[in-house]
């Protein structure tokens, strides 16, 4: 079967099967060329002018509450520190022993969601319960839940893949799952986390081949569920509305987006400079968190928002590549995962800030001032970096065939790309 740049995206499955989606092109990387090099290198340039955004936009906060500009800063490059050492180590522990821990891990993070809720040991800030500890050292259980659902349903689809079309053996568990976090999240409340959640859910269903009239409910009830929590609380009402008609709302709840508007509006095609900008001095509320987006149009203009969006766009194309040519259903399905994870968390984000979606207090990744949200995020880029460097070893490895004797090339190596993961896959074991 053909494996090149021009290869269609679907084939006609064996045996008169369902036809088997292509995620991405299975083309062999060129010579120079490594995913995971391109992977760090934009994961790279993102924390960077994140870094550089999060002293711009927080400077005036800092100097306010801290007596200090730089003590926000500070805090961050110890957060993007620590990222960086979850990316290393995640991304030198073979990504098929995570499948080994993945009870723990989602045992872990659905009991730390319990815990979060548990009057005196939760903290509560701002309306919200959603960190554990005391002062400066937090956590945030649903951002370590992100990272647990990956994984928890990477093992599941790559188990029971041949049974995808059996709603008992692959969609009602992990909906279950999901349904489950996503509902102690919303008791924080955190409803932005739970729709991430759920996008992770049904981007694992879509791509095993999980049956169209099961996504469609599944996608119904969601769609159903998330309306009625919006509308269950009074806060969430009130941004629904201002959502609708921000203006009307300027001086309550569309105060936040009509000044983001304001901010992105002013940049211009290059931008005021940064730190020039006026709606981190006071006008927009978190800056340098939620709103960091609108910070950025403000101070590097038309030219920095479209730098950031084609760099979380290749970011996405990058994972979708790691998917396709992971050596295994695992492998494929998680990088799937976290990519759609990082994916949907920017896309939420930006499409709040400049007042195209909800705002949903989603941060936005690689950017965004914070700590539990930049350490895990990293920790799934080095597991998609650990796909990837397996990847390139199945790519490397001799293999025998029709082409002949290890010494058919010259060389002893077959140096053809590794057959791309075909979706879905009926595979011939699991339980």
Known sequence: MANGPSASLRRPAPHGGRPQLRLVRGSAPRRGRSDRTVLLVLVGALSAIGLVLVLAASAYTSLVDYGSVWSIFLRQVIWVGLGVLALVVCAAVPYPAWRRWRTPILLGGLALLVLVLVPGIGDHVAGSTRWLGFGQLRVQPSELMKLALCVFAADLAARRAHRAEEPRALALPLLAVTAAAAFLVLLQPDLGTAIVLAAIAFAVLLAVGVPGKVLAAAGLAGVLLTGAAALAEPYRRARLLSFVDPLAHRETTGYQVVQSLVGISSGGPFGLGLGNGQVQWGLLPNPHTDFIFSVLGQDTGVVGVLVVSVLFVGLAVVGLRIAGRAPDRFGAVLALAVTCWISVEALINMGAVVGLLPVTGIPLPFISFGGSSTVVVMAGVGML???????????????????????????????????????????????
Not at 389 to 395: G, L
Not at 403 to 421: E, F, I, K, L
């Open 385 to 431: 970096a650990s796909v990837a460097r397996a990847a390139e070893a199945h790519q490397r490895r001799p293999r025998r065939g029709r082409t002949g004797s290890a010494g058919a090339h010259g060389r002893g190596t077959n140096r053809r790309a590794a057959r791309p993961v075909r979706w879905p896959v009926r595979e011939a074991a699991g339980r």
